[in-house]
Nanobody, 118 residues
Framework: QVQLVESGGGLVRPGGSLRLSCAASGFTFSTNEMRWYRQAPGKERELVAS????????TYADSVKGRFTISRDNGKKMVYLQMNSLKPEDTAVYYC???????????WGQGTQVTVSS
């Protein structure tokens, strides 16, 4: 059974930091690109960051570049999102995603809530 389970969300003050984790199982994690998305109330789902299967290539949304870092540990089947200098506009549900090839649906986690508020 394929599973992506996010953890690490919570309430943090502006300027604070949070580290999200995603535990993967049920598929060949080491060959799969991994992504973090987020969705704030009333907004479209947004791609936050991606990391290649080997971890050597990483991309970020302009809104988080320089503040967030995506990483992975293929031995542990884990992907992480380190979030620094958090802003209220970072408040959203954050989702772990494993993209698939055409005709095959992506894998998604259930999401973890991140709230940035003073």
């Amino acid at each position: 059974q394929v599973q992506l389970v996010e953890s690490g969300g919570g309430l943090v003050r502006p300027g604070g930091s949070l580290r999200l984790s995603c535990a993967a199982s049920g598929f060949t994690f080491s060959t799969n690109e991994m992504r973090w998305y987020r969705q704030a109330p009333g907004k479209e789902r947004e791609l936050v960051a991606s990391i290649s299967s080997g971890g050597g290539a990483r991309t970020y949304a302009d809104s988080v570049k320089g503040r967030f870092t995506i990483s992975r540990d293929n031995g542990k089947k884990m992907v992480y999102l380190q979030m620094n200098s958090l802003k209220p506009e970072d408040t959203a549900v954050y989702y772990c995603n494993a993209p698939r090839w055409s005709t095959v649906p992506d894998y998604w986690g259930q999401g973890t809530q991140v709230t940035v508020s003073s």
